[in-house]
């Protein structure tokens, strides 16, 4: 897919994180990398509960996995269908603030929804290909409903076996803990990485937190908002984010900062190390043993197989393809 998108969306979207490595840069320049809070080693024998990663933790965060993967999968391909985002909701053309095709609405004969879709491979998207929204649309809304399903017993299990403590700030003095940390990795001061299986340090704990409480929370109060059904019978739901394109374009930027915070988590993972880290969230140890690494392997390989299952059976009940892209038009 080709990308287009308004400059004025694009400095709105970066600044925040723009202003905050420039401030650190400024801080390092003009006064010095601040202080780091102590980095504590622990061992069983001298950390306090709670700690480590529980069976049912592992098990929520493998299911978790495995359903954004198709979340993510099947979105794409919906918004496949229509490849715009818009900020008003009577999404005059021109207007998008996100084009995600090379084809501009022509001016010389009616466009339609249909003219718009995009092509998506398979590879990508859930099912792939032109025209297949409703398929989508049925592999979304089966996944969201197993992800929130397994989101709650994470969080009743959270709570419920005190490991919410690992997660939620316990005090005000995290903000400029974290920030004493951000200001190392954005000057390339790499701190000394704490041991996960004890403790995390102040940015890991609020960026854990975030994706936890706020934006699994978002993406699930954004869907609804796009939905014709729904927003039929609660015609007061699309003016919570102010409308339901507003709502649309929240939620595909909730799924960018998911796939951020992915990317950069499993970077952390492989940088400090792999192995023990795999052992953590797979078998539950603090120790370099490779069983964990093969059985994370192997249920990564699991998760393919899964998805290559999800193609076959969306593609065993769906009429057959079309993958010829649509026709570039431009007024006369």
């Not at 080709?2 to 202003?19: D, E, G, N």
């Not at 316990?170 to 000394?192: E, K």
């Not at 078998?283 to 197989?305: E, F, I, K, R």
């Amino acid at each position: 897919m080709t990308m287009h998108i308004r400059l004025k969306t694009l400095l709105l979207l970066v600044s925040p994180l723009f202003l905050l490595v420039a401030t650190a840069y400024v801080q390092w320049g003009t006064v010095s990398i601040p202080a780091l809070p102590p980095n504590r080693v622990f061992t069983p024998e001298t950390a306090v509960e709670p700690y480590g990663f529980p069976a049912w933790l592992r098990i929520t965060h493998y299911v978790n996995f495995l359903f954004l993967i198709l979340l993510v999968r099947s979105g794409l391909q919906i918004l496949a269908d229509h490849p715009r985002l818009y900020w008003n909701v009577h999404c005059t053309p021109g207007t998008e603030w996100l084009r995600l095709t090379p084809v501009e609405v022509p001016k010389d004969r009616v466009w339609t929804a249909k003219d718009d879709s995009r092509y998506l491979s398979p590879w990508i998207g859930l099912p792939g290909y032109r025209h297949t929204v409703g398929m989508a649309r049925h592999w979304h809304f089966l996944s969201v409903l197993f992800w929130v399903g397994n989101g709650l017993v994470f969080v009743v299990l959270l709570f419920s076996m005190g490991q919410w403590q690992r997660l939620v700030p316990m005090s005000w003095q995290i903000v400029p803990d974290a920030w004493a940390v951000f200001v190392h990795y954005a000057t390339f001061h790499l701190p000394p990485e704490p041991n996960g299986f004890y403790s995390y340090n102040a940015l890991q704990q609020l960026a854990y937190f975030g994706v936890v409480f706020v934006l699994a929370p978002l993406a699930i109060l954004t869907g609804p908002s796009m939905s014709p059904a729904f927003t039929a019978r609660f015609t007061w739901y699309p003016k919570l984010p102010g409308n339901r394109q507003i709502g649309r374009s929240l939620h595909f930027l909730i799924m960018c900062s998911f796939l951020a915070f992915v990317f950069m988590h499993v970077t952390m993972v492989v940088l400090t190390g792999f192995v023990q880290n795999i052992n953590h969230i797979v078998v539950g140890t603090d120790d370099a043993n490779p069983a964990g690494l093969y059985l994370g392997l192997l249920g990564v390989g699991l998760v393919v197989l899964l998805n290559v299952f999800a193609n076959w059976a969306a593609w065993k009940r769906t009429p057959e393809p079309s993958s010829t892209p649509p026709r570039r038009s431009s007024a006369r």
